[in-house]
């Protein structure tokens, strides 16, 4: 694996951020990392082209955690064959019309194109309970929004980039809303709270009730 | 059973510890004390573990009565607090029986008071830690902001806590002026232009009313981009506007005018460019500021920061010391 596009840059006193090619890189950085933790480091925490390492400068500092992080052998990771979970999606978001418009597709297509495939939680992140969806169709990319919101509701179900995920609870948010889902992504309440994990798959499926909707017929699928 | 009666609830007041680590890549921020440096220090005039439950009280503090013998303390903003409706001193250990009642009058300089009471406040433990974090509503007391007539566990009074033990002044912090925060610059900070960065260092900030334990947005500048935000995933790079993981402490600036402060129950990654990060030991001061308050960012390198933070180590063992005598 090829290790000399690493950039490693420092955040404050407690955290390293390393920059690599990919996503692909960082999944197999990151689990090098984790299956054997450098002393010290407390946190690993993969994005899309990002690892985040925090660590506790009373037990290591940042010349060690570099040198771990330009000494791990990187090891490929399997990202399929997780638990199946399906989330049922009213596709009635506020930015269903801009997606069709940035893609070019028609916004019955874009619901297609996002309930035909399979995808995955690459990794979490944001907020508790919320998973970065890949593997899906690479006509769905799409910008951010311009602007973000102050408040996205819960269970809105978005695409920004190549990614997909679902708001696990009303919080800021700058993607772009192309539906609503019931299901509970995230329980205090459930062992682990979290329903989408790495590693889990994802299939999303349209539906037209919803208990949001006001009316009498539910089939909306709440966890 | 062993209890701490809440009055009043006050208007914003968790139960809060050293943090919750080990979370962040589930999403799961640390929480925490905002200012640790009073939390922990609370808690050692009271004869507790550094780490030990306390309560953080935001602005206007809570209401409480004691319902057997404990050592209380109070820490972190300048706030005239009373015992029976007498004034007490804080940063002292004090001794109170059944049916004593501590309260607050308004705060005069910083933000948020400690209150530790020997035994710690002993919620139970979520994910390794007592420190409540109320937007998914984990941790502390039910995962909320205390309310008016309840009651919270207490644990053992077993520590080697002393009635009228005290902290010296000069090993207060020292909450008036404007917030001096230093700043390890970096990350995407080279997508300002010099003028951005030169104007982000030069500007002495205001505190707006969006404050709070997820974050600091501050007003008064503008800072200049070398570009404009490009657009989440558009393209094949730069890696500062692809999703990434936030540290605590660290600045993005939305639109160029106004930098957001991440602070302990923050988001804990997303798209925005992120051009300096707040050193783990100023976090303390910028807890300990409300809105309005004047706050300046300062470059320093990390040697400076860790330097900082081991100075902040030796102050605590200082205090640790004097309390001990």
């Keep these: 694996m090829e290790t000399t596009t690493l950039r490693v840059l420092p955040c404050g006193d407690t955290a390293l ?10 999944l197999a950085l990151h689990a090098a990392l984790d299956a054997d933790r450098p002393a010290g480091v407390v946190d690993l925490v993969p994005a899309a082209r990002t690892l985040l390492l925090r660590f506790d400068p009373d037990r290591t500092d940042v010349a060690a955690v570099e040198r771990a992080v330009r000494e791990a052998c990187p090891r490929d990771v399997t990202r399929s064959g997780g638990e199946l979970v399906e989330i049922p999606v009213v596709y009635d978001g506020p930015d269903l019309a801009d997606v069709a418009h940035h893609t070019g597709l028609s916004e019955r297509d874009v619901i297609a194109e996002h309930t035909g495939g399979e995808w995955t939680v690459a990794f979490g992140g944001f907020a508790p309970g919320f998973g970065y969806l890949t593997g899906g169709s690479p006509r769905l990319e799409v910008p951010r929004r311009p602007e973000s919101r102050t408040r996205v509701p819960t269970g809105s179900v978005a695409l920004a980039g190549t990614f997909s995920g679902v708001y696990p609870r009303s919080s800021p948010g700058g993607w772009q809303l192309i539906g609503r889902t019931d299901l509970v992504t995230w329980d205090v309440d459930r062992d682990p709270p ?5 590693g889990v798959r994802v299939r999303f499926v349209e539906t037209t009730a919803s208990a949001d909707s006001g009316g009498s017929a539910s089939t909306g699928g709440a966890a | 059973m062993s209890e701490l009666r809440v009055r009043a609830g006050g208007l914003y007041t968790t139960v809060q510890d050293t943090g919750r680590f080990g979370h962040y890549h589930m999403g799961m921020p640390p ?15 009271v004869g507790n573990p550094d780490g030990a439950g306390v309560l953080e009280g935001t602005y206007v503090g809570p209401t409480l009565e004691f319902t057997d013998d404990r050592l209380v303390a109070v820490t972190g903003a300048d706030v005239p607090v009373t015992l029976n409706d007498e004034p007490v001193e804080p940063w002292t250990a004090i001794r109170v029986r059944s049916g004593d009642v501590l309260g607050f009058a308004m705060i005069r300089a910083g933000c948020r008071a400690y209150v530790a009471v020997s035994g710690g406040i002993d919620v139970p433990v979520y994910l390794g830690s007592r420190s409540t974090y109320t937007l998914t509503g984990i941790g502390g007391h039910e995962g909320r902001k205390l309310v008016d007539d309840e009651s919270l566990p207490l644990g053992a009074a077993e520590g080697p ?17 404007t917030a001096e925060l ?3 610059v970096g990350l995407c900070s080279y997508r300002l232009t010099e003028g951005g960065l030169a104007s982000f260092l030069g500007t002495d900030w205001k505190v707006t009313k969006d404050a709070d334990r997820v974050g600091y947005r501050l007003r008064g500048g503008k800072l200049d981009f070398t570009e404009r935000e490009q657009p989440f995933g558009a393209g094949s790079d730069p890696a500062n506007v692809v999703d990434l993981g936030y540290p605590v402490g660290s600045i993005q600036v939305p639109g160029g005018d106004e930098p957001i402060v991440l602070l302990n129950d923050a988001v804990t990654g997303g798209g925005y460019a992120t051009i300096g990060t707040v050193i783990s030991v100023d976090r303390d001061r910028i807890a300990q500021t409300k809105t309005g308050d004047a706050v300046r960012f300062n470059s320093v390198d990390l040697d400076t920061a860790l330097a900082a933070r081991r100075d902040r180590r030796e102050r605590i063992e200082r205090v640790r010391s004097r309390i001990a005598r």
Excluded: F, H, I, K
Excluded at chain 2, 161 to 177: C, N
């Design chain 2, 161 to 177: 806590g002393r009635d009228g033990a005290v902290v010296p002044e000069d090993l207060r912090p020292d909450l008036t002026g």
């Design chain 1, 17 to 26: 951020l390393v920059e690599s090619a990919g996503l692909d890189d960082v």
């Design chain 1, 194 to 198: 979290a329903l989408l994990r790495p």
């Design chain 2, 182 to 184: 230093r700043t390890v």
């Design chain 2, 31 to 45: 929480s925490g004390a905002m200012d640790t440096y009073s939390a922990v220090v609370a808690n050692m005039l």
